[in-house]
């Protein structure tokens, strides 16, 4: 029966070919790579990745590399780089082609990456006008690839293959001169049957690689474009009478808790005189041999596929999960009529069942939340030819930080990777190599190929070809169909298939919005408002976020309020954040400094790009971590702690798991005063079911507070035992509680402080005390210097300060042009009035501004006191005048550059925001002032610290303290402030053009507005978190005093006035 689907195929094939070339005027020179109806010739049909070893003790070891069957071509090729296809050498593929001249390449890898041409970034379009299935002659460049390889004699009389995992995107190959075949489709396997073109001893492989072919219209994603061979390539040989496939279901039966087992085994059959062979399917569990699953005697015709097929159930099954990646292991044996061994594999196996209920995705019958991210494969270096020890790297980070999904975006990833998944436990989504993104810019749009019969084969083809490879993987829980290519009757085909052949897996695709050839609602950034909405009404399928928050430079703002509407609905499971990994590429200037490059850095060779639009990752392309994953973290935890009564001490912790209870988990707590810990212990065993919940109660009555101090409740739970990448003593979940057992500290009489002196004349005004001085000159309205035992705190005076350099967020929704009448204001501001006076030891100095652009009025308060504390009050009165909001309220400062050292009370200790500061708990902490930049891959608004009570810069034996009013954001800068700022004139990097110099920059505000984070390129900060001026007055209120070295700066900090 499959020889006569294989036959019928073939003959469709050949009549679709025919017209097409009907339909091409007679024209008998269009080229496969320009021919959307031949996506392949000679290849081998997909099939389920596996090796067959000679051995059961060799398939075990599952290293390839230890078969005598196995010779790898991965390594140094001959290489030669044409930047067109006229222009190639046309007989380089001969046996007496003399390739000694040409030059070395690394595979896998890009020639992009190693000297040829340039590395392209675009996100949405391609890199040449759209035209399908055309694309440019003139700067389609093409590799050519030489190396030889050895057959060893033992190899005779079997069937020998060339296996290439991965080739963007298109290629030929011959074998000793002779054509072989063609493929394109460059993340999926193209094997070819080479066992008639070899001999014994050394044999020569060519290549001819295209940068770009019509299958460049399906490979549009939002990534580098770079050409070569990007995955392994090798030569391998089984038996005449081989398996050359399988297909291993381990579904669950959830009412008997048993599992259903079903496995089917392609057999080919290349002998003319054979007998029966004998089969053997074991499972195992832990090691140990749990049954035999199957025996079976085969024959077949010569040149036939026969299929073996059976079921069984299989007691006391445990399930597999993220959470529990319990793997059976699965190995299958081919005996030959002697008893001799033929070829022995393996395959990992969990049982599980994945269905849509009652509007929920169950697995293993219960509602999944999916902590997700979306992964392009990528190395710094190495391109998208990544290492396993980057896939290892990558899923400790994962689990490290609370991520329980991935998306393989936007291709099946490599093979190994799954594997991975399966053991350390991750949700994979698969999808399928088809974007077709830029067809947004043909007069047609997307229905030009989503709709046309002649690119029907193509959706086929990558569709099958990525089921059929990976359809034994137990962590893919669903099938995507592709990303951003419209929607059309070639994707409807696809579905169609893809249920017909794995209908344990549900098919989504967001483009198909909520059309029935979607089983899964799964659209990309949608705001709270949509999903909240959705979810209200949603009755058949659930909704996941296949995008959202766009992790682009400093972002992933508001994360915690999309997941507080998640909990809030059942029809809501998560989502999936954008994306990962900075896809950046390792460059050097031409001082020797290293830096990350993006788009736009490599030369003219092809200028349109999209910047750093590539650099969206919660980690850096060094795997090193960005600050915005530590956000990731804390609202991901799958432990909850609420507060429920803090004045009784009554706290309520719930296991948000899905599968596994919190034995694995140790509690603690831990009481803290002003940072430093007063009582801690721990909290013994909560073996809580998922979704169980239980109240602890702290006995606060034992507490004593002192005068000033600030308590907090820190609650942690850490791994007991080392497990799935995840170290001992791990912190997986915590929180923080401000307890309401303050008791007020007495404040002083300023008329026991050291006496003071005001001095006035037309200059300035002078406030001296006590081996301190303050001046404010009258011209500008500001505190312009400070000293303090004779040495000047300030270079730059305490000026009023509205901007904020804009992240790549801001850029998206245009606030620099929207908002760019407050980026000079603080030196647009009018002197109104400057008053100065003293009564009671306290002097006061009065300040009024007046912006003319935006009709505010701006009122400064000073009050100086005998210690050397300078109190400030500064507000923004609105004129009720229609003006954009304000990126920022505050004041700034600049310090000399020894100042160097800065400790705060506040959050920490990473970077936080207005909409990004539930993983920054409240603490003491300290670092250099150069320590606070995070040096993005743009330079931007970076080191900013919330809810802090005071911060303290720090230099030889002087410094100055910032005493919140009672709290205020301060952020510290080595170097001036407007180096942040966007020049759209300039191609910036972080770390090139962040350099320490001799000043501090010293930023205390109210607040800023949020850094955003629904998407980069026009979503807005949440109103919530931003600074409208139309009729609101903000008023920011803070003091600062100067203090000598070994000062115990928390005592200081509590500094009260009676005012």
């Known amino acids: 029966m499959k020889n006569q689907v294989l036959i019928g195929a073939g003959i469709f094939a050949l009549v679709a070919v025919l017209i097409f070339m009907k339909n091409v005027s007679g024209n008998k020179n269009i080229p496969e790579w320009e021919n959307p109806l031949i996506f392949q010739v000679n290849r081998e049909e997909p099939r389920a990745h596996f090796f067959p070893f000679e051995s059961g003790r060799l398939a075990l070891k599952r290293d390839f590399g230890q078969s005598k069957f196995f010779e790898p071509l991965n390594g140094i090729w001959k290489f030669h780089f044409s930047p067109s296809p006229d222009q190639r050498p046309k007989s380089f593929h001969e046996p007496d082609f003399d390739a000694s001249g040409w030059d070395d390449i690394k595979v896998p890898g890009h020639w992009e990456l190693q000297g040829w041409s340039v590395p392209i970034y675009l996100d949405e379009e391609y890199p040449f006008p759209p035209d399908p299935p055309f694309v440019p002659r003139d700067y389609n460049s093409v590799g050519s690839y030489i190396r030889t390889f050895r057959i060893p004699s033992y190899w005779q009389d079997r069937d020998i293959f060339i296996r290439f995992s991965g080739v963007r995107s298109a290629f030929y190959v011959w074998i000793n001169g002779q054509f072989v075949g063609y493929s394109q489709g460059s993340k999926t396997p193209a094997e070819f049957d080479i066992t008639s073109y070899v001999g014994s001893g050394e044999n020569k492989v060519a290549v001819e690689v295209y940068r770009f072919s019509d299958g460049s219209y399906l490979e549009g994603q939002d990534t580098w474009r770079v050409s070569g061979m990007e995955r392994d390539v090798y030569v391998y040989s089984m038996p005449k009478v081989h398996i050359t496939d399988f297909f291993a279901r381990a579904g669950l039966d959830l009412k008997n808790k048993t599992g259903i087992f079903k496995l089917s085994i392609d057999l080919r059959n290349k002998e003319r005189f054979t007998g029966n062979y004998l089969i053997r399917a074991v499972l195992t569990s832990s090691g140990r041999r749990t049954r035999t699953v199957y025996d079976s005697t085969a024959s077949s015709v ?12 299989v007691q006391n099954v445990i399930p597999w999960s993220a959470e529990d990646p319990h793997l059976y292991l699965l190995q299958v044996t081919l005996t030959d009529p002697y008893g001799k061994v033929v070829e022995s594999f393996v395959q990992q196996v969990g ?109 086929l083809d990558r569709g099958k070809r990525m089921v059929e490879r990976d359809k034994n993987q137990p962590s893919i829980i669903l099938w995507s169909m592709g990303n951003e290519a419209g929607d059309g009757k070639n994707f409807e085909s696809l579905y169609s298939w893809i249920k017909k ?33 959705y979810a209200e009404t949603a009755t058949d399928r659930p909704l996941i976020l296949c995008e959202y928050a766009h992790a682009m430079g400093n972002s992933v703002g508001n994360l915690q309020d999309y997941w507080d509407t998640f909990e809030r609905y059942a029809a809501l499971q998560g989502g999936f954040i954008w994306d990962w990994v900075d896809q950046v590429i390792k460059k050097t200037d031409n001082t020797g400094y290293e830096y990350w490059a993006y788009g736009g850095d490599f030369g003219d060779e092809f200028i349109e790009n999209d910047s750093n639009f590539c650099a969206n990752g ?6 090193s971590l960005n600050p915005h994953i530590f956000e990731v973290k804390k609202v991901y935890q799958p432990v909850k702690f609420e507060a429920v009564d803090l004045q009784n001490g009554k706290v309520r912790v719930t296991n948000r798991y899905d599968f596994i209870d919190l034995q694995h988990l140790q509690f603690s707590y831990r009481i803290t005063g002003d940072g430093k810990t007063e009582l801690a212990g721990t909290l013994g065993q909560l ?54 057992i303050s008791r007020l500290q007495m404040p002083s009489n300023p008329e026991n402080l050291p006496p003071l002196q005001l001095h006035e004349n037309n200059d300035f005004i002078q406030v001296t005390g006590v081996e301190f001085e303050v001046i404010f000159q009258r011209d500008k309205g500001y505190l312009s210097q400070y000293t303090y035992k004779n040495v000047h705190l300030l270079d730059s005076g305490l000026e009023p300060h509205f901007w904020r350099a804009p992240n790549d967020n801001d850029l998206g929704n245009g606030m620099p042009r929207r908002t760019g009448l407050w980026r000079h204001a603080g030196n647009e501001l009018s002197l109104q009035a400057l008053n100065g006076t003293l009564d009671k030891n306290v002097a006061t100095i009065e300040v009024i501004f007046g912006h003319d652009n935006t009709g505010t009025v701006l009122e400064t308060h000073y009050s100086i006191y005998g210690n050397g504390l300078v109190s400030i009050n500064q507000q923004l009165i609105p004129s009720g005048k229609k003006v954009p909001e304000i990126p920022r309220f505050g004041m700034k400062m600049t310090l000399p550059g020894d100042f160097s050292e800065v400790e705060w009370f506040g959050r920490g200790p990473h970077e936080s925001y207005w909409d990004r500061k539930t993983s920054a708990a409240v603490g003491h902490y300290s670092g250099t002032v150069w320590e606070q930049t995070f040096p993005y891959i743009r330079p931007q608004e970076t080191g900013n610290k919330t809810d802090v009570r005071w911060m303290a810069l720090k230099g030889d034996s002087l410094g100055l303290m910032a ?21 759209p004139k300039s191609q910036r990097h972080g770390k090139l053009d962040l350099r320490p110099k001799d000043q501090v920059d010293w930023l ?56």
């Open 501 to 533: 052949r794995d209908p344990s897996r549900p098919v989504v695709y967001e483009s198909a919005r909520q059309e029935t050839h979607t089983d899964i609602v799964f659209p990309m950034y949608k705001d709270l408002e949509f999903i909240s909405s």
């Open 963 to 983: 005493i919140g009013e009672p709290t205020f954001d301060g952020s510290v800068h080595q170097y001036p402030y407007a180096d942040l700022d966007y020049n």
């Open 618 to 623: 919660l980690i850096a392309a060094d795997r």
């Open 302 to 313: 010569l040149d036939s596929i026969t299929t073996v097929q059976f079921k069984t159930r």
């Open 687 to 740: 073996n809580l079911k998922p979704g169980e919940s239980r109240t602890l109660t702290f006995n606060l009555s034992a507490m004593i507070p002192k005068p000033g101090t600030e308590y907090f409740l820190n609650i942690e739970s850490r791994t007991r035992q080392a497990q799935r990448l995840v170290p001992k003593d791990h912190l997986v979940a915590w929180e923080q509680f401000r307890l309401p």
């Open 1004 to 1059: 205390i505000d109210y607040r800023q507005m949020g850094v955003g984070g629904d998407n980069s390129w026009g979503a807005r900060p949440h109103d919530e978190y931003t600074l409208p001026v139309d009729t609101i007055k903000y008023e920011l209120q803070f003091g600062i005093i100067p203090f000598d070295k070994g000062t115990d700066l928390m005592r200081l900090s509590k500094i009260s006035i009676e005012r």
């Open 351 to 459: 049982f599980k069942r994945v269905e849509i209920k009652n509007g929920n995705l169950l697995l293993n019958g219960k509602a999944v939340m999916f902590r997700g991210v979306n992964r392009h494969e990528w190395d710094p270096v190495l391109g998208r030819s990544i290492t396993e020890e980057t896939m290892i790297k990558d899923i400790q980070l994962m689990k490290q930080h609370n991520i329980n999904a991935v998306r393989t975006s936007h291709y099946p990833n490599q093979e190994r990777w799954y594997e991975l998944c399966n053991k350390y436990g991750l949700y994979v989504i698969d999808e399928a190599n088809i974007e077709a993104h830029g067809m947004r810019f043909h007069k047609q749009k997307y229905g030009q190929i989503t709709n046309h019969p002649d690119w029907k084969g193509q959706w």
